[in-house]
C-alpha cells in the first residue's frame, strides 16, 4: 500500500486518509482513517484544503488511473520543505524546519 499526496480535485470518493488533515491555520479537520464520500470532499474543497494524503494500493492506483494526477508520494517532512522553501535562508528558519522534520521522523 502506498501512501500519495493527491490533489483534491484527484481524490475519488471513499478513498482513505493515510494523515490528518488540517487547514492552513493548523486546526484539525480529519483524522487519519477518515472515508471521504462525495459530500466530505465537497466540503474540504470549500475550506480551501488544496491537497490529502490517502492511502492507495498499487491495483487502486491502476484501475483509477491516477498516475498522472499523483502530485508526489509523501514522505516525512516533504510538506513542510515545501512550506519553508522560500525562507530557507534564513539560519533560525533553517533550524525549525530541520527540528521539525526530526520530529515527524520519530512519529512515524
Do not use: Q, Y
Amino acid at each position: 500500500m502506498a501512501i500519495l499526496l493527491l490533489k483534491l480535485s484527484a481524490v475519488k470518493p471513499n478513498m482513505i486518509l493515510a494523515r490528518p488533515v488540517k487547514n492552513t491555520l493548523g486546526v484539525f479537520c480529519l483524522k487519519t482513517g477518515a472515508v471521504l464520500p462525495e459530500k466530505k470532499i465537497k466540503i474540504l474543497k470549500s475550506w480551501g484544503i488544496p491537497e490529502v494524503s490517502v492511502n492507495l494500493s498499487k491495483k487502486d492506483k491502476r484501475n483509477a488511473g491516477l498516475e498522472l494526477s499523483v502530485k508526489k508520494k509523501m514522505s516525512p517532512g516533504s510538506h513542510l520543505e515545501e512550506k519553508f522553501s522560500e525562507v530557507l535562508s534564513d539560519p533560525v528558519m533553517a533550524e525549525i524546519m530541520r527540528v521539525a522534520c526530526k520530529r515527524l521522523k520519530k512519529t512515524d
